[in-house]
């Protein structure tokens, strides 16, 4: 296997497409002695809604302790990785959590959404836990606060999820001891996420007011630190930011989006470590926009965090990401258009603010939505035909499970986020005319580099310059025939190659990044 210090290297050509000629190559200079930051796993988070995830359980004797949980499921998203789980059983009308554990036969019919129907929910808080613990034992979760619930029953969660069962209980009930007696004995490490969306003006009737929510947030952190003093918080920007231009928005709060995020700053910035970020992808304008405005628009907020905190010590979480369908020229309903969320042009999109999210300093973690809720799952038991008719089928894995886990093998042992630059056209990733998005990522033992190419046409001449000397130890592709290729229950139309540096894809002088592509490649310190 050869070596490279500052040469020109090559993979392979995975489609027989031509570099167009007015594209100058790409370069990436690498400064791996320059650290950007700390590597988080919790950057490749996901969201779980229960009310989607009760398909992730088995029919089960409604006296068993525990509902048993598909084990075509978790064999088929087996290796998926699940580093930091966000989770809440509803962020509507408050359920309390104590109905949701215990014999099936025991819980009382429940509604964990507006859409939901109410019935006996087999997925409750216990298998939840037992399903994050089945796939990944060192999962930490995310849990979203309803705020409209009673704090003291926020304190007892608090406990039975985070409190060791030797612990001294804080009331007549040892939450913990009931935790480990359903079978989930270790505690989690939660970071607590303070309401979902609660400026929607659709919510406007329990938060009618920034300070509103804010004094619900405060109960809230007094209750959970009466059980776990250094709990972690997380207080949100506004949901609403698509909406800048509403007038609705300012009549009803009076005041506009930012003004929501610099109110919880200005008051529980001393309270809190991170902010929470919502960002959808699409054409529409103000309201789901390309990664490249939601960057400028999340930057605004970090230069407002840094402005009225006077330090950088609250970072961003962007705990709900993903492109958002929306219907075509022709088409005559959205749901024509759904596999968008997770076709090869939805795998793009999402790389795209992946690599934006691990270069940004000021952004810690991030959970993308959703794991089976909708359209956006990393695996489906439906799919939408061409008139867009809602077709169940068997499980299968949609583009964004490949995806995930192409990118956590190529950061299993990843230690941090190294300075690099890149030149060429289309890589200036500010404007809509970039395509070419890079990021560096310092392992154990060398580099991984993640690259998309989002040209649709044009594959690119890649040159990257290395401070130190490596070898080219391995290197996967994700990509397909066109944007619109997607998986489905019949149809494989997302492909990922996987190769090792053997002869023709050893290094030398010339390295071309398919089109329409994202790449993951290892590179080994000599």
Partial sequence: MKQFSGLLIVLFTFLSTLVAEDLSPVVVNIDETKVIKSWDAGILGITFDQNADQSLVSPTDTNSPVCGLRDEIIELVSGFPIDLARCTISTGKPIPWKDRIGPLGQRPPQKLAPWDTLGPKNFGLVEQLYYLRSLDKKTKIAWIVNLLDDPQDVADLAEFLCASATAKPRGKTNWAARRVLLGVVEPFDVIWELGNEADNIANSADYPSFQSYVYRCRVMIDAIRSVVPNAKFAAQASSMQGHVYKPDYQKKYGGTWQDFHRTVLRELGDQIDYITTHTYFGKSGGTYMPGFQWENRQNS????????????????????????????PGQSNVQQALHDTHSLAG?????????????????????????????????????????????????YLTGLHHLFKMIKQGTADARSVVAFTVSGDSTDSRTKE???????????????????????ESERELAVNTKLKYSLESWQTLSGASLESRNEDKKKEIVVEQHTGQPGGAVTKKMRIPAKSILVVMLRRL
Avoid: Q
Wanted: contains cysteine; glycine residues 8%.
């Fill in 301 to 328: 907020i970090i230069n407002d965090i840094k402005s009225i905190t006077k330090t950088n010590r609250i970072k961003i979480y962007n705990s709900e990401y993903g492109v958002m369908p929306e219907k075509k």
């Fill in 347 to 395: 795998c793009l999109a999402v790389s795209d603010w992946i690599v934006r999210n691990i270069n940004n300093p000021d952004v810690a973690i991030a959970t993308m939505h959703c794991f089976s809720s909708g359209p956006w799952g990393v695996y489906r038991s439906a799919y939408n035909d061409a008139s867009g008719k809602y077709i169940p089928c068997a499980p």
């Fill in 434 to 456: 970039g395509t070419f998005i890079a990021s560096c990522i310092k392992t154990r033992g060398g580099l991984t580099l993640f690259l998309v190419n989002r040209d649709p």
